[in-house]
């Protein structure tokens, strides 16, 4: 595996018997290779999501506008990888709609040129999100108002969703629609490395292979470190989660920021807030994920971070140096600049004249690492070797399987979210009033 984990602070403070530790490992283990109720773990290792995302492609190859319909875990993961990735790809247009907004989504639809070659992907693994319904019914009517008949839909929408059950299912029969699945053990917010993310991403020009392969390296070392105690035991994943089990228990630190210093890795942040809050926020336990992204918010969050409360844990997302590097590095040496510097001496243009735009973006992250352990604040960084699709596929992979060992050092159910479900029962519920406007 070609990830690497660096800590500020190499102590190690287990705050728990060998007993406990270990019934962690054996829960932990139980529950990504045995619980058939969780299945993203075990599920990278078939094509079948693959195959079945490819079909699709295959049938709508001549789409040029795909239009992803879908909420949190139904479309955080797929823009994620889009925007990870940045595609070179650029004969499709993309547009996600993930929101409830009457003037985002007018707008949203005004910018749908040519309805022949659009193709709209409506994600949802219950088949009964609301919101995702209300898209759902808004969209169909803006394809009757151009002509398009019942029998014609088929031409235009593909469902991602349960594969027997929900009433998105039941309409993809009547319509006849062409459908993907939502793999029943896996949760929406496991769910990008399945058809719900696999779609967007082959159409994108995304190599979905390898993609995979990136998250069956992550799986296949694991399995083999499992075999050997000590070799899990020390094993990033292992080391991380006990980091940041020691951190909350002996230092309460209960808040986990996720910090990558790459602007295409934003979107990375805002898919870990949801799968970390969603996943981690139970019985009065967990730790409140925060979206940063270096060096931006050294202009603004880091302040809080490190002169704040002392009760966060950062997370860097580092892509280590390389000579050979798929895109051109900037130089700051200016003729117009260095004219001028011989004359009145400009001291900012000084610093940087000999150096390049990556060096900067290096010392960046540098120094918020010496500001961090100067206060003595704790930070994880995770080194990856390229921004693509395998590396990436590890990162997920990666993430997916510390939240769950999370949930078992916790002691919590990582896989349920009955927060959520009580949201959505009290929206229906004000639906359902006279007086809801």
């Not at 980091?243 to 002996?250: A, G, P």
């Not at 490190?306 to 895109?327: A, M, R, T, Y």
């Not at 001028?340 to 150096?355: R, T």
Request: net charge negative; with cysteine.
């Amino acid at each position: 595996m070609s990830l690497k984990v660096e800590f500020s602070d190499k102590s190690e403070r287990i705050s728990a018997s060998q007993d406990f530790l270990e019934s962690v490992q054996r829960r932990f283990w139980q529950t990504i290779e045995e619980n058939p109720h969780v299945g993203f773990f075990r599920r990278v290792s078939l094509d079948d999501d693959l195959h079945e995302s490819e079909k699709i492609l295959s049938h709508f190859k001549e789409k040029k506008h795909f239009v992803h319909v879908g909420i949190g875990g139904s479309h955080l993961g797929p823009e994620m990888l889009l925007n990870v990735l940045q595609p070179k790809n650029k004969t499709r247009l993309f547009t996600f709609i993930n929101h409830v907004d009457s003037e985002m989504m007018g707008r949203q639809l005004s910018e749908i040129v040519n309805i022949e070659e659009t193709l709209f992907y409506v994600v949802s693994k219950s088949g009964g999100t609301a919101e995702t319904w209300a898209a759902l019914s808004i969209i169909l009517n803006f394809l009757e108002k151009r002509g398009i008949r019942e029998e014609q839909l088929k031409d235009y929408l593909v469902f991602c969703t349960d594969e027997k059950n929900g009433d998105l299912r039941k309409l993809s029969r009547e319509w006849d629609l062409k459908t993907t699945t939502v793999p029943a053990e896996i949760g929406g917010r496991f769910s990008v490395l399945s058809s719900v993310g696999l779609v967007p991403a082959l159409f994108a020009g995304i190599d979905a292979k390898e993609l995979l392969k990136g998250a069956r390296l992550f799986q296949g070392d694991l399995r083999e470190r499992k075999k050997d105690k000590k070799g899990f035991e020390g094993s990033s994943l292992y080391q991380v989660a006990l980091h940041l089990f020691s951190s909350y228990k002996e230092d309460h630190l209960d808040q986990t920021v996720l910090m990558p210093y790459s602007a295409h890795f934003y979107s990375f942040s805002l898919w870990f807030v949801q799968l970390w809050a969603e996943s981690l926020g139970k019985n009065g336990k967990g730790f409140t994920p925060i979206a940063s992204q270096g060096p931006v918010d050294q202009h603004s969050q880091l302040q809080l971070f490190i002169e704040g409360p002392q009760n966060k844990v950062l997370f860097f997302l580092e892509q280590e140096c390389s000579e050979k590097q798929d895109f051109d590095d900037f130089s700051f040496k200016q003729n117009f600049l260095e004219k001028k510097n011989e004359l009145i001496q400009l001291a900012s243009y000084e610093k940087l004249k000999s150096k390049k735009l990556s060096m900067l973006q290096k010392a960046e992250l540098e120094g918020t690492k010496a500001a961090l352990k100067e206060v003595k604040r704790p930070y994880i960084s995770l080194l990856f070797e390229r921004r693509d699709e395998k590396n990436l596929g590890q990162l997920i992979l990666f993430f997916e399987t510390l939240t769950a060992l999370m949930g078992e050092f916790l002691e919590i159910n990582a896989f349920n979210q009955p927060g959520v479900e009580s949201s959505k029962k009290f929206a229906f519920e004000y639906l359902g009033k006279d007086n809801a406007y």
